[in-house]
């Protein structure tokens, strides 16, 4: 029944947003997982496009905060406001209050902020003078990076960029995709007009459904061999990729590799999980936690080439 739907969803949204299907793909897997997204790419890619037609589709608040040096983070959450009238204090809640929020360029705000954000991504309740809140189901963070301006920026601490499941490079469409963006984008008077297919309680059920997907105890011990890997590089024979590695991924790439199989799995109309699920999801999902050193940087090495050896040379079972 929901898949049916989701193809529906995702064709909807192709009257939109053009030859981003990997983009969409991973904004599911998120969705459907509970998982933030961190998107990094060059403007003009169609990122806040995708993630407001989305919303629409799936008939969920949307709120799009673009982040700056002088933002606070009352500016994020809310706050406090006197109010004359009633010789008393009301909460003002802020943008964060709602079920899909696109943090624009996360990294051109300071630290504090950040931290009020990441804080409300792990705890998903906020906190208001002496009240509590809890957000709003299902509560999803996609924040861009822009990889190009470096200057009068604030990096994501490891320990801060660690909270998102995936980090996702947005790359340049090819040229037939070009042309189609432009012939339609040409058209001053473009407007699109899109339907909601999903609501909340139809998120809820698919959110069950993908839990319920099976992966074997082959698999399971695929995904530890595969983490540890960017642990113990030397264990399994990776002797030039271990003088790159200073810290390997966290337990969350182990958490977040397992759901997010089981995600893309029910996305491809499966009720199980095939190892090419973990295969195809690992780089988006260890690529900002594997933390290289300075050799690394000197010779150009990457961690999406370090998760390509492992990926080689681990075998399953």
């Known amino acids: 029944m929901y898949i049916e739907k989701i193809k529906e969803v995702l064709d909807e949204m192709g009257k939109v947003v053009v030859g981003q299907d990997k983009l969409l793909n991973r904004l599911l897997i998120g969705l459907f ?20 037609v989305m919303a629409k589709v799936l008939h969920l608040d949307f ?12 500016d994020l959450i809310g706050t406090m406001i006197y109010k004359p009238k009633i010789g ?7 943008p964060i209050f709602s079920n899909l929020i696109l943090a624009d360029e996360v990294n051109r705000s300071p630290a504090k902020v950040q931290s009020a954000l990441l804080e409300a991504m792990q705890e998903k309740q906020v906190t208001i003078g002496d009240e509590t809140f809890l957000l709003d189901r299902p509560f999803v963070v996609l924040a861009t990076q822009n990889p190009v301006e470096q200057e009068g920026t604030y990096p994501l601490p490891e320990a801060q960029i660690d909270r998102f ?16 963006v432009m012939r339609r984008m040409s058209d ?4 699109y007009k899109i339907r909601a297919i999903l609501n909340k309680e139809d998120i809820f059920a698919i959110q069950d459904n993908v839990n319920k997907v099976n992966i074997s105890d082959t698999l399971e011990r695929y995904i530890i061999e595969l983490v540890f890997a960017t642990r113990r590089p030397l264990d399994y024979g990776l002797r030039e990729e271990a003088r790159y590695i200073q810290f390997g991924v966290s337990p969350r790439a182990t958490i977040y590799l397992n759901r997010a199989a089981k995600a893309l799995a029910y996305l491809e109309g499966r009720d199980y999980v095939l190892p090419e699920d973990i295969k195809e999801l690992a780089p988006d999902i ?15 090495v990457r961690t999406t080439t370090i998760i390509d050896s492992i990926l080689r040379k681990v075998a399953i079972g």
Request: hydrophobic residues 40%.
């Open 33 to 52: 997982t509970g998982g933030h997204i961190l998107l990094e790419g060059v403007p003009g890619l169609a990122k806040t496009l995708t993630i407001n």
């Open 63 to 74: 709120k799009r905060i673009q982040f700056t040096p002088d933002l606070l983070p009352a």
């Open 88 to 94: 008393d204090y009301e909460v003002k809640k802020g």
């Open 165 to 180: 499941m995936m980090k996702v490079y947005v790359d340049y469409l090819d040229k037939a995709k070009e042309l189609e």
């Open 188 to 191: 001053i008077n473009y407007e």
């Open 286 to 300: 260890m690529n900002h936690r594997i933390l290289l050193n300075y050799e690394a940087e000197a010779d150009g």
